[in-house]
């Protein structure tokens, strides 16, 4: 519905207006002018505030235009026509006119306006009347409705079972990462436990080492030093540069465990053996270096009772007291190892070392292995060879009157001694290891130059820890695998 318009034209232009138009059947001008009521003072204001002449009601006096419209006469003019009293009453009367015509005129275009109004309210009360009014949406007919609320249920158990699929896989992996959760945390005490456990070791193992006074690596530094200085010395001076009973030295090795006497070894191809005679006299060293230190390992580091031999020489003082300490480290480990000490310390205050008892065990060796030695081998050497007996035997009650029980291992004591790179308890000189490197891998072993010797201490829980004081040092063929041709050459020169 539209607000009423009112006309912002001057009192001229008011005048040069078209004449007002009354619809047909439209509402009469006393109808407008009661709903027009609140409007009058606003234009009767405006009104009031100009000057116009007087417009006659029925527009005889006014000149029609050829647009069809009127306007005011052209004055004519000034009349020569003078009086005072007649001028004064035509003026009021004049006045008076004005005024009135003012008035209607005003009312005729209100009632333009109103009349405007209320035949376009007309109008769109027609139009609404005579508007084909929208139907009213019909309600879905039973079928429809049956079928879509399948149609809606379905969706909705869609959704449902895809929410419950989503459920059970997220409880799935929550279970498994509980489950993931669960091991590592295992894992994790395991690892504690294990890494509590080496502390515990470490700690226990340097006061022991503290306790006894000479440590693990002390002990090494020792024994390394006793081959590498006197013991290699001697044996590289007097040493044979070539075995001349070659197949009764042979015989002697390997009764003694010294070269290797496994059945697969001796099967072995020729370029994998041990050969007794070299053209640069190596093999003769290293078999006089290896029966030296296997026979001071098994005089002194096979017990610890080796001095309780000259208390009685012909009981069997030394055995007896050996049994009698596995006896005690059955039960009491620790006790044991006190009690040993205690009888060592004993010992060696009551029966030093002698040189009779050292001088009969080196003639005992001489006797044995005189084959490896040179023509040099003199009385000098003899009393240099007895001295490192004797040096030998003091390291030896050094070792065991630590905490520790000693052990150690001749080629005899493996099943089938084969070379592995890495090995913790054997190695190759470090020339040979870095000339051949992984083709030393799987190798036969043809004897230990020396043995390996292990320190095993007991812990808290009684159990013992071995640790090496001393690898073996492993002779390894460093031959390449002949080809066939050689094989055969070999095989023709060993028939003549």
């Known amino acids: 519905m539209q607000s009423p318009v009112f006309s912002t034209a001057s009192p001229h232009e008011m005048m040069e207006a078209e004449p007002p138009r009354r619809p047909e059947n439209g509402p009469t001008e006393k109808d407008n002018w009661n709903e027009r009521s609140y409007d009058i003072p606003e234009q009767r204001r405006h009104y009031d505030r100009s000057q116009v002449q007087y417009i006659s009601a029925d527009h005889s006096d006014l000149d029609q235009t050829v647009d069809g419209k009127y306007r005011q006469p052209r004055p004519n003019k000034p009349s020569h026509h003078t009086g005072t009293a007649s001028n004064t009453l035509d003026s009021k009367s004049d006045k008076r006119s004005t005024f009135t015509g003012i008035v209607k005129t005003a009312a005729q275009f209100l009632s333009i306006g109103d009349s405007g109004q209320s035949s376009q309210k007309d109008q769109m009360r027609y139009t609404q009347r005579s508007a084909p009014r929208r139907a009213p949406r019909s309600a879905p007919a039973p079928s429809e409705q049956v079928k879509r609320e399948p149609l809606e249920l379905q969706e909705i158990r869609r959704r449902a079972q895809s929410l419950e699929n989503t459920v059970h896989g997220l409880t799935k992996e929550l279970k498994k990462a509980h489950e993931e959760v669960a091991v590592l945390k295992k ?8 890494i509590n456990r080496a502390h515990a070791t470490a700690i226990s193992t340097l006061a022991a080492n503290v306790s006894r006074g000479i440590t693990d690596d002390m002990i090494r530094e020792e024994l390394n030093k006793f081959l590498q200085t006197e013991f290699f010395s001697w044996c590289a001076d007097l040493c044979t540069e070539k075995i001349l009973d070659e197949q009764a030295a042979l015989h002697k090795l390997l009764q003694d465990g010294i070269i290797n006497n496994r059945e697969s070894y001796l ?33 002194y580091l096979c017990d610890a009772y080796f001095l309780a031999e000259e208390l009685l020489p012909t009981s069997n003082n030394r055995s007896s007291l050996y049994q009698l300490e596995q006896t005690f480290g059955q039960t009491q480990p620790n006790a044991a190892i006190d009690w040993r000490i205690q009888t060592v310390e004993c010992l060696e205050k009551s029966v030093p070392i002698v040189n009779e008892s050292l001088q009969r065990d080196v003639q005992i060796f001489v006797k044995e292995y005189g084959f490896l030695l040179s023509e040099k081998f003199d009385e000098e050497g003899n009393q240099d060879l007895v001295q490192i007996f004797a040096n030998f035997a003091k390291l030896a009650l050094k070792l065991w009157k ?50 390996v010797i292990t320190s095993q201490s007991p812990s808290k829980s009684d159990k013992m820890e071995e640790v090496v004081w001393l690898k073996a040092l492993a002779w390894i063929s460093d031959k390449d695998e002949p080809t066939n041709l050689e094989e055969v050459g070999q095989a023709d020169s060993h028939r003549v």
């Open 187 to 194: 894992a994790v005490t395991e690892n504690e436990a294990i």
């Open 267 to 299: 099967k072995s191809p020729e370029y994998l053996k041990f050969s007794l005679n070299t053209p640069d006299g190596s093999g003769p060293l290293a078999l006089l270096q290896a029966v030296l230190i296997h026979r001071l390992c098994y005089l």
């Open 402 to 451: 630590t905490r520790t029980n000693i052990k150690w291992y001749d080629l005899n004591s493996f099943t089938e001694p084969h070379f592995q790179p890495g090995n913790p308890w054997i190695e190759v000189e470090h020339s040979l290891m870095s000339r051949m490197g992984r083709q030393l891998n799987g190798r036969p072993i043809g004897l230990f130059i020396h043995p």
